[in-house]
């Protein structure tokens, strides 16, 4: 099982990121997939939540309005677009995997991309 994710880098605050998560090894569309972030000193935080069909996103409370969070399960991979960046969403951002179903009975972890927002 392999999660893989991409796309993080340096980025001025208001500018646009799309992450991007590559998974392998398991049956994708049958898993939720989520993003979380961490932040140097602190827990790490929940950003956004997507079904295995792609429905019933739901995001972070400082997320929403903001970040957009979509896969596409013909290319096995999840995406995290940003928008209107801050300085506070510089973090190291993780996408997780979690099935298949509603069962939760495995839990997947990649290794994580660098986002810093600064100018």
């Known amino acids: 099982v392999q999660l893989v994710e991409s796309g993080g880098g340096l980025v001025q605050p208001g500018g646009s990121l799309r992450l991007s998560c590559a998974a392998s090894?398991?049956?994708?569309?049958?898993?939720?997939m989520r993003w979380y972030r961490q932040a140097p000193g602190k827990e790490r935080e929940w950003v956004a939540t997507?079904?295995?069909?792609?429905?019933?996103?739901n995001y972070g409370d400082s997320m929403k309005g903001r970040f957009t969070i979509s896969r596409d399960n013909a290319k096995n991979t999840v995406y995290l677009q940003m928008n209107s960046l801050e300085p506070e969403d510089t973090a190291v951002y993780y996408c997780?995997?979690?099935?298949?179903?509603?069962?939760?009975?495995?839990?997947?972890w990649g290794q994580g991309t660098q986002v810093t927002v600064s100018t």
């Open positions: 997780n995997a979690q099935g298949p179903h509603l069962t939760g009975r495995y839990n997947y």
């Open positions: 090894g398991f049956t994708f569309s049958t898993y939720v």
């Open positions: 997507i079904t295995g069909a792609g429905g019933m996103p």
